[in-house]
C-alpha cells in the first residue's frame, strides 16, 4: 500500500492538523491522493470525543476542542508524539478490530525498544503500563475512511492531565516513558513509522 510519512519536527497547532487529515479524508472518499502516517507534536490541547461530557473538564478555564474521534476528553502537549492517520480500509480489510489491533501492536513494539512492556486492558482502549497509561488512541471511521490516530507520552507534563479526567478515567493512573525510565531518552521518528507501517500493511 502507498501510505505517505510525514514528519513534523515543530508543532503543529491542533486546528491545522484537523483541517489537513480532514481534506486528505475527503480525497480518499474521491480516490484521490495516497493513504498518510503524520508524526507531530501539538501544543498543549485539550480535545474532547463523541463520548465526552463536562463533568469530565476539571478546571473549568481550560479551551476545549470539539472533535469527531471516538473516546473522551484528552490532553496532548509537548513531549507527547502524535501519530495520526487517514487509511481506505475499502483497499485492506474492512476489519476496525484488526487496525486497532495492529495500532495497539505498533505502540507496544515501540515501547520494548526502550524495555517498557506495554500492555492492553480488555475494558478500557489504549496501552497500558503497570496499570497506568502510557498511550491513547481514538479514531473514527467514515465509508470506510478510518483517521485520527494515537498518542505516545514520551516526556510530557504529566500534571496537566490533572485538569481533566482523561478518558474517562482516574487523572492520576498515567505514565510516560520518561517517568518510567527516569531519564530523557532520545526518540527517533523513523523507528516509529517503520514500526507503523508494517503493522498497519499486514492489515
Known amino acids: 500500500m502507498n ?3 510525514k514528519i513534523s519536527k ?16 475527503e480525497q480518499q472518499k474521491s480516490g484521490k491522493g495516497r493513504e498518510l502516517l503524520w508524526i507531530l507534536e501539538h501544543p ?6 463523541i463520548r465526552s461530557n463536562n463533568k469530565e473538564i476539571l478546571d473549568k478555564k481550560i479551551k476545549i476542542f470539539k472533535t469527531n474521534r ?3 476528553i484528552t490532553l496532548h502537549n509537548p513531549g507527547q508524539k502524535i501519530i495520526y492517520f487517514v487509511l481506505n480500509l475499502n483497499n485492506r480489510k474492512r ?23 506495554g500492555e492492553k486492558d480488555d475494558k478500557n482502549i489504549g496501552i497500558w503500563v503497570k496499570k497506568r497509561k502510557i498511550a491513547a488512541i481514538g479514531l473514527r471511521i467514515s465509508k470506510w475512511i478510518a483517521f485520527h490516530g494515537c498518542s505516545i507520552n514520551i516526556e510530557n507534563d504529566l500534571d496537566q ?43
Do not use: Q, W
Request: hydrophobic share 35%; with cysteine; net charge positive.
Open 44 to 49: 498543549t490541547t485539550y480535545t474532547a470525543g
Open 95 to 117: 476489519d476496525i478490530r484488526k487496525l486497532i489491533s495492529s495500532i495497539e501492536k505498533s505502540i507496544i513494539e515501540f515501547l520494548s525498544i526502550y524495555k517498557i512492556k
Open 70 to 72: 471516538g473516546g473522551k
Open 10 to 25: 515543530r508543532r503543529i497547532s491542533y486546528k491545522t492538523a484537523m483541517k489537513f487529515i480532514n481534506n486528505r479524508v
Open 161 to 203: 492531565y490533572k485538569k481533566i479526567i482523561p478518558c474517562g478515567l482516574d487523572n492520576t493512573k498515567v505514565t510516560s516513558i520518561l517517568k518510567e525510565k527516569h531519564k530523557s531518552i532520545k526518540i527517533e521518528d523513523k523507528k516509529i513509522a517503520n514500526i507503523f507501517l508494517k503493522n498497519i500493511n499486514s492489515i
Open 3 to 5: 501510505i505517505e510519512v
